[in-house]
T-cell receptor, first 111, second 115 residues
Framework: EDQVTQSPEALRLQEGESSSLNCSYTVSGLRGLFWYRQDPGKGPEFLFTLYSAGEEKEKERLKATLTKKESFLHITAPKPEDSATYLC????????????FGRGTSLIVHP | DAGVTQSPTHLIKTRGQQVTLRCSPKSGHDTVSWYQQALGQGPQFIFQ???????QRGNFPDRFSGHQFPNYSSELNVNALLLGDSALYLCASSPSPQGTGNTIYFGEGSWLTVV
């Protein structure tokens, strides 16, 4: 069965303190790995889609990378407004191409 | 460009009642999926609709049913509500059934509380 594991479950940073969130997966034939940001009580907001190992994408202070076993979401010099839960999802034939989500990493950035 | 819209945003129901949630997909999208998200959990897939038919279904009982209309909008129905059905219900849309890494886009969700 496909598995998606995100770590850490929660992360507290000081403003400006860079860090990385991890999403490890055990699927065959990855078709896509997705990162979303979710604010409390809101729906997930799309950030990135990665398709193959070695691929990288950037948006403002966020950079997503992908290897054959995991993806990292790097946050450079975070600001308090980056506080949110970050969700990772994978899409593969074993899951009938339905994205399978991890439990997310709750990020709090203190001013 | 309107994104995915859902209604209602919040509702409270009593155990045993029935509820209907509604969703309009993002412009240009014809595939709608529904997810249930409990507090502290990732979204769990309920089912997917394409061409007015249920194409995929997750591990949810038959109390959960849906419908897709010719304009691609969709409804999620839950019968005989249980306390454990309390959650955020998310609608997501994508262009055509997935298989090629199509990104899915979510609405803001409908918060259901069962008392």
């Amino acid at each position: 069965e496909d598995q998606v594991t995100q770590s850490p479950e929660a992360l507290r940073l000081q403003e400006g303190e860079s860090s990385s969130l991890n999403c490890s997966y055990t699927v065959s034939g990855l078709r896509g790995l997705f990162w979303y940001r979710q604010d409390p009580g809101k729906g997930p907001e799309f950030l990135f889609t990665l398709y193959s190992a070695g691929e990288e994408k950037e948006k403002e202070r966020l950079k997503a990378t992908l290897t054959k076993k995991e993806s990292f979401l790097h946050i450079t010099a975070p600001k308090p407004e980056d506080s949110a839960t970050y969700l990772c999802a994978v899409q593969a034939p074993g899951g009938s191409y339905i994205p399978t989500f991890g439990r997310g990493t709750s990020l709090i950035v203190h001013p | 460009d309107a994104g995915v819209t859902q209604s209602p945003t919040h509702l409270i129901k009593t155990r045993g009642q029935q509820v209907t949630l509604r969703c309009s997909p993002k412009s240009g999208h014809d595939t709608v999926s529904w997810y249930q998200q409990a507090l502290g959990q990732g979204p769990q897939f309920i089912f997917q609709y394409y061409e007015e038919e249920e194409r995929q279904r997750g591990n949810f009982p038959d109390r959960f049913s849906g419908h897709q209309f010719p304009n691609y909008s969709s409804e999620l129905n839950v019968n005989a509500l249980l306390l454990g059905d309390s959650a955020l219900y998310l609608c997501a849309s994508s262009p055509s059934p997935q298989g090629t890494g199509n990104t899915i886009y979510f609405g803001e969700g409908s918060w259901l509380t069962v008392v």
